[in-house]
């Protein structure tokens, strides 16, 4: 399968701990992006990334919020000290900048916090 | 916060109808996207359309949009059990390439 990969796909915490989750994009796109998206609502835009350099954070993004492309391919996105509104869906898409505005969107990871 | 109103937000019809989802935004835009979403699952690009165009077909899609009055519309044609899902909207704006999505429309198909 050559498509956006996530893992974990489900993630329980209990509030206060750091979790990370990692996303591996289909191998020549050069855009990495991260939203996330809670029930009966639209995905919300995160970060995004081309190759390494992140270039642009949204200010949903939190100081507890990083996230990290170290070699332009695979990304994570960590959240430290965990609180209950961290509890949705993190979706992590790819593109090739280049050729299209096209996103291809991993399954998910889902995150409860309790 | 979410630039987008889809229009209805739940639409439930018979196996062979056509439907329709609607799509308003609030600022400029350099393209106009269309997802699927199947409950708990990732979202599957389903067409893009530029803002200088005004209609797209894919197979049974088609897309319109009218940039005087920020607004799209989604038509599915002979629809089918199989295309029940939530459908998104999404703007990528003229200052870069996050996309802005609506709130979705929850379309089901009833065989």
């Known amino acids: 399968d050559t498509g956006v990969s996530q893992n974990p796909r489900h993630k329980i915490t209990k509030r206060g701990q750091n979790v990370t989750f990692r996303c591996d994009p289909i191998?020549?796109?050069?855009?990495l992006y991260w939203y996330r998206q809670t029930l009966g609502q639209g995905p919300e835009f995160l970060t995004y990334?081309?190759?390494?350099?992140?270039?642009?954070k949204s200010r949903l993004l939190s100081d507890r919020f990083s996230a990290e492309r170290p070699k332009g391919s695979f990304s994570t996105l960590e959240i430290q000290r965990t609180e209950q509104g961290d509890s949705a869906m993190y979706l992590c898409?790819?593109?090739?900048?280049?050729?299209?505005?096209?996103?291809?969107f991993g399954p998910g990871t889902r995150l409860t916090v309790t | 916060s979410q630039q987008g109103e889809e229009d209805p937000q739940a639409l439930s019809i018979q196996e062979g109808e056509n439907a329709t989802m609607n799509c308003s935004y609030k600022?400029?835009?350099?393209?106009l996207q269309w997802y699927r979403q199947n409950s708990g699952r990732g979202l599957v690009h389903l067409i893009l359309?530029?803002?200088?165009?005004r209609e797209k077909h894919s197979g049974r899609l088609r897309v319109t949009l009218d940039t005087s009055k920020k607004s799209s519309s989604l038509l599915i044609t002979a629809s089918r059990a199989a295309d029940t899902a939530s459908y998104f909207c999404?703007?990528?704006?003229?200052?870069?390439?996050?996309?802005?999505f609506g709130e979705g429309t929850q379309l089901t198909v009833n065989p």
């Open positions: 898409a790819s593109s090739l900048f280049t050729t299209s505005y096209e996103q291809y």
């Open positions: 191998s020549e796109h050069n855009r």
């Open positions: 990334f081309q190759n390494e350099a992140q270039l642009e």
């Open positions: 600022t400029s835009i350099n393209n």
């Open positions: 359309i530029r803002s200088n165009e």
């Open positions: 999404a703007t990528e704006g003229t200052s870069g390439s996050r996309l802005t």
